[in-house]
């Protein structure tokens, strides 16, 4: 379980850090815990997936 969740952490704030570099936020940490949050989410959706 945690494989997922730590991997949809890690890429999502590097996409969120890539979205703020591009000019999509203004505040790289925002960006950065937004993609964060988003990760978690697809994380866990990932595991629910592969466990059905």
Known sequence: MDSY????????????????????S?????AFGMGMIGGFLAGITLERRRRK
Do not use: T, Y
């Open 5 to 24: 969740i730590v991997r949809g952490i890690l890429i999502g704030g590097s996409l969120g850090v890539f979205a703020a570099l591009l000019g999509f």
């Open 26 to 30: 203004d505040s790289i940490p925002r």
